[in-house]
């Protein structure tokens, strides 16, 4: 039986992750834990505010609930972190490794995700191998390729059960993604619905990789479950679905809502971020060694995402 403490629960991942947990592990085995106070469904807990820069407190709630397993999403996104560096490196490693610490007190099984953000300007661009250059030029990026190694130090160090994935721009309708570069994906379905017109802040052309949120929470899920031994990477697995570029989402779109407008008013800031990163990225490692596979291609989850989306705006 697992009892799994998820840090970042009410952020995009963690607001949908605590629904699928419990419906596979059960509602009490399951530990939903944000720096901000519960809200909706999740104030039934269990829940409990955790700042992951404190590690006294996770160690608490943690022992507490007699956790077996934590799975840490606090983190700040991309372009939040180019915002502020500084903070970013103290809530993204300090978080982790705080987390980490516990995992390895309490000996506990471990997850958190690392990010496409975790290759730069000199990865190959098409088809991006599991192992190939990480030299990437944002804060987010160097806080992921840290983790990385980190959750490898924990692993081969210390023996923790540290698990991986590295996940593309995710597009959800329940909780948005706050100072992401791949928000645009998310925003243009929004925009969609309410005024049939989108101005996107990436430039036609900048193809970056996606994944439906209940793809990504299935890997979460199956990644988990995966056999120790068939796992050689551990804990940045490739992960991806869909490579797109904004026109790709215009043209989707156009298939439900025939007078849908895309226009362009691009962020410099944000641009810069995506161009460092990846094209499309090669998932076959994480299909090798724990089976992982996407079930939504664009024009599935195009339909899915305007559907939901319509009657959450009622
Ligand atoms: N979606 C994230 C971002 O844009 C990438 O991991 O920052």
Known sequence: MKRILV?????????????????VYGHSNIIATDIREAEGELAEGPYEVVDVTDDKRIYEVAKKHQVDTIMHLAALLSATAEKMPKVAWDINMGGLINTLEVSRELNLQFFTPSS??????????????QDTLQRPTTMYGVNKVAGELL???????????????RFPG?????????????????????????????????????????????????????????????????????ISAISAE??????????????????FDVDPVRQKIADSWPDSIDSSA?????????????????????EKIAEKLK
């Open 246 to 263: 904004p026109m790709d989402f215009a043209k989707a779109i156009q298939h439900h809502i025939p007078g849908f407008q895309i226009s």
């Open 151 to 165: 959750c490898d130090y924990y692993c081969e160090r210390y023996g923790v059960d540290t698990r991986g994935v």
């Open 7 to 23: 840090t970042g629960a009410r952020g995009q991942i963690g607001s949908e992750l605590i629904t699928k947990l419990r419906d």
């Open 170 to 238: 995710l597009i959800s309708y329940v909780a948005p993604p706050g100072g992401g570069t791949t928000d645009y994906a998310v925003e243009i379905y929004y925009e969609a619905i309410k005024q049939k017109a989108y101005t996107s802040y990436i430039a036609e052309g900048t193809y970056m990789d996606m994944m439906y949120m209940p793809d990504a929470l299935e890997a979460i899920v199956q990644l988990m479950e995966a056999d120790p031994k068939k796992l050689v990477h551990r804990n940045a697995f490739n």
């Open 286 to 306: 994480a299909e090798a060694e724990w089976g992982f596979k996407a079930k939504y291609d664009i024009n599935s989850m195009t339909k899915d995402m305007l």
């Open 116 to 129: 496409i953000g975790a290759f730069g300007p000199s990865t190959p661009k098409a088809q991006t191998p």
